[in-house]
């Protein structure tokens, strides 16, 4: 639903709905390798629940979004769903 509510309400183009949604993947790639060592250092339980927090707070702050939510917005609560992706899965 994400990518039509960036089209049909926030009248973004395709190519732009890709780079928006970018912020979702992303930051597995990066920042998987530090996850690791991480986990290394501290064990699983760290990274886990940081995960989990900015699971809950990613969809927090996309209930927010509207036909007037600016860019920036957005892409924070995109960017820390994929952060929080990686600490999760990493």
Known sequence: LTPLFLH???HYSFFM???ILLP????SIVF??????IV??????TPIKLGMLLLI???FLQTFFSETSPLWHI???????GIAWALVIG
């Open 57 to 59: 707070l990613s969809p």
């Open 8 to 10: 049909n309400i926030q």
């Open 17 to 19: 709905i890709g780079l």
């Open 75 to 81: 892409l924070l609560a995109f960017l820390l769903f």
């Open 40 to 45: 290394d250092k501290w064990g699983y339980k």
């Open 32 to 37: 998987s390798p530090f996850v690791g060592q």
């Open 24 to 27: 979702l993947t992303l930051p």
